[in-house]
């Protein structure tokens, strides 16, 4: 599929491939073991333009789009999930500022994410409200020429490493969804600090932190939109972000496959490689189907979303379904394919498997993709 491309597309792959194939894979196993922040990567990430891709000329972007994003996402998921997560939580940390953010809020914050100099990160999970959004409890009460901003977020991908927040809180309690607003808050703003770094299953070098406010001042030049608007504006953002979270599993399951065919082609048992099984060449052959289908997937909903389309949140929602599901099988088939040595750490199979798990949870778990599928549906029909 990628023989489609244009010179400027093919050109965004060949770069992040060359950053994958010198900087990431050559140390991935590490940053996995040591969980350390892939800093210096994602220095180089921003040297070479990859942030540039999420925002519009206007504000120092490459005005490309979401397809864009999405093709340097899976290429960078194919390297390690750590970082391309680390590189797509910035953007959806951005992507209310591009939605929602006046020209002013535009100029202030946009180009020092554009260049990677900083990142960004989204700031909605809390203890007690993952799936059920509309039930978060951190407040932003109005104060003069400020939002004082009180209460605690969980499991903040970049929380941490990122300098400019994007904050779901409450500015009218018991309004329910209607009653969030979206504000940016700076790293370093007085009553705003954070917790322990959490340890996890895989994606183990991307920061998890939680994010905690007491009394933190907010000017209320970084409200986003007007108030009350938080909730649209979230479910906006994760329109244009599910496909990316696609891409993530895209490039996670098409780098476990190219790993498992290898290994088939070497590995000879019975006195023939593996791979003239045909147990096993059917195997490959279902993934690499499933990969090839997910890409046509993600890359038309992309393409849906950058034309402008009103609403692509069904699309966005089945983007990140189906490939977070297909990643997952294809990578359990891969670690299967390998044996014994699958399951070890010097094959890099059972660290894409962990890793990808994540896709099926963050940005809303794959049930509550079901059920934005189904209530679409049922609303505008099959379409
Ligand atoms: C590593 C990591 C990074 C993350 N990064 C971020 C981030 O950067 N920013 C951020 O805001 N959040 C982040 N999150 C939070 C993530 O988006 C939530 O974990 C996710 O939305 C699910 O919420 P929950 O974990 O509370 O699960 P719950 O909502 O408690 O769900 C538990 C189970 O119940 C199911 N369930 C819940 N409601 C329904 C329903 N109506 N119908 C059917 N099944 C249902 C779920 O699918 C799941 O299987 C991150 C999470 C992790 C683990």
Same mark, same amino acid.
């Given at each position: 599929m990628h023989d489609l491309l244009t010179d400027e597309q093919k050109m965004i792959l060949d770069i992040t491939r060359q950053i994958v194939d010198q900087r990431i894979i050559p140390v991935r196993a590490e940053l996995d073991e040591? @969980? =350390? &922040?892939?800093w210096e990567i994602i220095k180089e990430i921003g040297k070479s333009d990859l &942030? $540039?891709? &999420?925002?519009?000329e206007e504000y120092e972007g490459m005005g490309t789009g979401i397809f864009e994003v999405c093709l340097a996402t899976e290429e960078l998921s194919r390297g390690d999930l750590s970082v391309a997560t680390t590189y797509a939580a910035s953007g959806l940390g951005l992507i209310p500022i591009n939605i929602a953010g006046n020209d002013e809020q535009k100029k202030k914050y946009l180009p020092q994410l554009a260049s990677g100099e900083k990142l960004a990160a989204f700031g909605l999970t809390e203890a007690e409200a993952g799936s059920d959004a509309a039930s978060i409890r951190t407040t932003a009460k109005k104060d003069g020429d400020h939002y004082i901003l009180n209460g605690t977020k969980q499991w903040i991908t970049n929380g941490g490493e990122a300098d400019i927040y994007t904050i779901f809180a409450m500015t009218s309690p018991g309004k329910g969804a209607r009653g969030a607003s979206a504000l940016i808050v700076e790293k370093g703003t007085p009553g705003f600090e954070f917790g322990k770094q959490e340890d996890k299953l /895989?994606? $183990?070098a991307s920061a998890t932190k939680e994010l905690i406010f007491t009394d933190c001042r907010i000017p @209320? =030049?970084?409200?986003?939109? @007007?108030? /009350?608007?938080g909730f649209i504006i979230a479910m906006k953002t994760f329109n244009e972000s599910r496909p990316v979270v696609g891409a993530q599993a895209l490039g996670v399951a098409q780098g476990a496959l190219e790993e498992a065919l290898e290994y088939s082609k070497v590995r000879e048992q019975f006195g023939v490689p593996i791979s003239s099984f045909q147990g096993i060449q059917h195997m490959l052959a279902d993934m690499a189907t499933n990969v090839e289908a997910a890409r046509a997937l993600i890359y038309h909903t992309a393409k849906v979303i950058d034309s402008g389309a009103r609403d692509a949140s069904r699309l966005s929602a089945m983007s990140k379904l189906f490939a977070s599901d297909m990643a997952m099988k294809v990578t359990v088939d891969a670690v299967q394919i390998l044996g014994g040595y699958g399951y070890m750490k010097e094959y890099p199979v059972e660290k894409m498997m962990r890793d990808v798990k994540i896709t099926q949870i963050y940005e809303g778990t794959n049930q509550i993709q079901k059920n934005i599928i189904a209530l679409d549906m049922i609303k505008r029909g099959v379409l």
């Open positions: 040591t @969980k =350390e &922040f892939p &942030f $540039r891709l &999420f925002i519009s /895989g994606i $183990r @209320k =030049e970084n409200l986003l939109g @007007k108030e /009350g608007m």
